[in-house]
């Protein structure tokens, strides 16, 4: 019955083309189902009366029963108002009303039982309550309380008569039509095992509740339903391109023992250890492996990706890892020569800055198949550079990378298509991970190795500026390094934000005779790089720059990070900054400095921030302040557009949906079983939309 929810919602009694047009505009309703599915945001709690006694300001809308008496006009002009006064057994309660004062004495009587329905607010020493609802008390109201929807509307709608109550009235009408023609979408083995409501039911519930055990069945129902086909599309992706891209089969270990056994330095966490594992997994299957690696900074990913690269060169082919940046491919290329020039193997450095010779030798050694390992930039994505055989590319920092140049990557190898592992350091709370990166598969590493110090971190106000330059001191004095990093790239008057030459001219002041260094994003990348270096060796004390260190740079001599104007920055990119110290022995700093005026929610970021280091925990919170559509950016808003699941809270739903997805395409994949009916339908539905969605990987 599709084709009756697609009628236009100017065709529902009372609507017409005016409103019609208001709601198509303003809440983006074109259809009886696009009205069906505005859900309402909160409910108003009908169901009991307050005691009059019992009110305090603390409480939000409340209703209470009473007769009325006392009422009184006061002032004139402007400062007109109405009062009257409303009793119970337990006590007594001011109503008040600025506008609408003739209306208001019309209708009401003293005398008469009403039923108000308002917010109680504390006015000197008296409660009152500003325009209430009122209507007068029947005996219905005692039998059967309600929760009284509430949606969202607008001020535009709000003029032209459609508030809340009205939209309201508009879904009742639509429901009882509607109601017995709504198809159930969840097969009915589902609902019965997992104990969900009807789709009937449910779109009854959320509209109008019988009580709230009734609304909480509706929302589960409905929220689990949008979860559970937002995961088995996604899956059917992966399904199909796992399908469609086969790969090698890698399961070459004897590289892997001479290095585990002879060369690695340390043990490896148990985070490592597991991930290793399921990346083996994936390499071994014969189907490309597409693994998104998170773990924070420090865990441990390139050892990871190393170990990886050796079943690949085992099995005889080669491997590559590209950096955003060359200064971290150049740190990649020195880090791993340490293992290569052990095991005998080759690497290659290919930037932009290589010049033409050795660019050359290293294309020729690609392709003759001697050179095993190619660290670089983008640079690598290059036509001219060509592999003998591809067996894995290693991406790092992975949001520095759009999907096209990843497929670039599939393209280097005309046999096979090479397994992917793109490795980030940028936490994204599992719920969300699923979702975004719902067709590719994830692992996460979860353990710092042993003997880390966290890296202490403190809140400090402007004011104490210098002790601050006290400490970076005393710090230098030791022989270490501070990075100090500013919040801005565009000059704008309008913010108060501290200029970043003038932090570098106060440094300078602050410490004549010291060597520093600024970086920012408008330098050109040659003379950032320089700069760069010239802290690497430690030529420089202190680096001033903006949030262009924010990705990999790796001086574990540097052990304070001073954060200007800390609460501009989001938790993420806290974070991330934070991540640029305690890479050495030395027990590290990060100061976040602010001044005294910071929103509710700075606060809280700060807050965060002094409390833990871990990235997952600040990824929780931050998912929790920003909203999921906010914290990937608008690029991918569009799948996270959910009507009624919310990823920051429904985690443990999702997973349930996920689980319930996979299941049911391990059964059935094709969705051909009769008892998977509704779901073949209702993906058939959404097909059209799937293009969109095979852009997200
Ligand atoms: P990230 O995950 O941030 O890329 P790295 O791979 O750069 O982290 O590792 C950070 C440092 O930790 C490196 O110096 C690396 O050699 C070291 N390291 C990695 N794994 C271990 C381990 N299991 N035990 C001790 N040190 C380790
Ligand atoms: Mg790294």
């Not at 309402?40 to 305090?56: A, C, H, M, S, V």
Request: with cysteine.
């Amino acid at each position: 019955m599709r084709g009756y929810f697609d009628t236009k919602i100017e065709f529902l009694k009372g609507v017409g083309p005016q409103k019609s047009a208001l709601l198509n505009k303003e809440l983006g309703i074109f259809t009886f189902g696009d009205l069906l599915q505005h859900y309402p945001f909160r409910y108003e709690d009908r169901t009991q009366f307050f005691n009059i006694g019992d009110l305090t300001d603390a409480l939000s809308n409340v209703q209470i029963r009473g007769s009325l008496f006392q009422m009184e006009t006061i002032g004139a002009g402007r400062k007109k108002r109405m009062t009257a006064q409303l009793r119970d057994d337990t006590g007594q309660v001011e109503l008040v009303w600025f506008k609408g004062i003739k209306w208001v004495q019309k209708k009401l009587q003293p005398g008469v039982e009403y039923v108000i329905f308002g917010k109680p607010t504390r006015y000197g020493k008296k409660l009152n309550i500003a325009h209430p609802e009122i209507e007068v008390f029947t005996p219905a109201h005692q039998q059967s309380g309600y929760l009284q929807p509430v949606y969202h509307t607008s001020e535009v709608l709000k003029s032209k008569f459609l508030d809340s109550k009205a939209i309201s009235k508009l879904q009742k009408q639509l429901l009882i039509q509607a109601l017995p023609k709504v198809a159930e979408t969840l097969p009915d083995e589902m609902l019965y095992r997992m104990g969900l409501m009807s789709k009937m039911e449910a779109l009854q519930h959320i509209h109008f509740p019988k009580d709230q055990r009734y609304l909480q069945k509706a929302r589960w129902r409905l929220k689990f339903e949008e979860l559970f086909y937002v995961q088995l599309r996604l899956l059917k992706l992966k399904l199909a391109r796992v399908d469609k891209f086969r790969s090698k089969a890698f399961n070459e270990t004897a590289l892997i023992n001479t290095f585990y056994h002879q060369h690695l330095p340390f043990d490896l966490t148990n985070a490592q250890k597991k991930v290793i594992k399921e990346i083996y997994r994936d390499m071994r299957s014969g189907n490309q492996m597409n693994r998104l690696l998170q773990g924070d900074v420090g865990s441990g990913k390139t050892v990871v990706a190393f170990i990886c690269m050796l079943t690949i060169i085992g099995g005889g082919s080669q491997a590559a890892i590209m950096a955003p940046t060359e200064i971290l491919a150049e740190q990649h290329y020195r880090g791993l020569q340490e293992y290569t020039d052990k095991l005998g193997l080759e690497i290659g450095l290919l930037t932009g800055s290589t010049k033409k010779k050795a660019r050359r030798e290293l294309h020729e050694k690609l392709e003759n198949g001697s050179l095993d390992i190619l660290v670089g930039t983008h640079a690598l994505l290059e036509d001219p550079v060509k592999f003998k055989s591809l067996g894995l590319a290693v991406i790092d920092e992975q949001h520095r990378f759009g999907v096209a140049q990843r497929a670039k990557l599939w393209g280097k190898n005309d046999q096979f298509f090479p397994h992917v592992l793109v490795m980030t350091a940028t936490p994204i709370p599992r719920t969300l991970a699923m979702t975004l990166y719902g067709d590719l598969d994830v692992s996460v590493l979860d353990e710092l190795p042993p003997g880390r110090k966290p890296i202490e971190t403190v809140h400090r106000y402007d004011t104490n500026r210098l002790k601050v330059f006290g400490f970076i001191k005393r710090q230098i004095d030791l022989g270490r390094q501070v990075y100090i990093v500013y919040p801005l790239i565009e000059e704008s008057a309008k913010m108060d934000l501290k200029h970043l030459e003038d932090g570098y001219e106060s440094i300078q002041r602050a410490f004549p005779k010291l060597p520093i260094s600024i970086v920012h994003g408008r330098m050109k990348s040659r003379d950032k790089d320089y700069e760069m270096q010239r802290f690497v060796k430690a030529e420089t004390k202190i680096m001033v720059a903006t949030t262009v260190i924010e990705v990999g740079v790796n001086v574990p001599n540097a052990s304070v990070m001073i954060i200007e104007n800390a609460e501009r920055f989001g938790l993420a990119q806290l974070h991330q900054l934070r991540g640029r110290v305690g890479r050495g022995a030395d027990q590290s700093y990060c100061i976040l400095m602010t001044n005294f005026k910071i929103s509710k929610e700075g606060r809280t970021r700060i807050d965060t921030m002094v409390r833990t280091n871990n990235g997952f925990e600040i990824a929780d919170v931050d998912l929790r302040l920003r909203g999921p559509g906010d914290l990937m950016g608008t690029q991918q808003s569009g799948v996270l557009d959910l009507l009624i699941a919310d990823l920051s809270q429904d985690g443990k739903l999702l997973q349930v949906a996920r689980q319930e997805a996979q299941q049911l395409l391990q059964e059935d994949p094709d969705l051909t079983d009769t008892k998977n009916h509704h779901i073949r339908r209702q993906v058939a539905q959404q097909r059209q939309t799937d293009i969109n969605w095979s852009r997200i990987s």
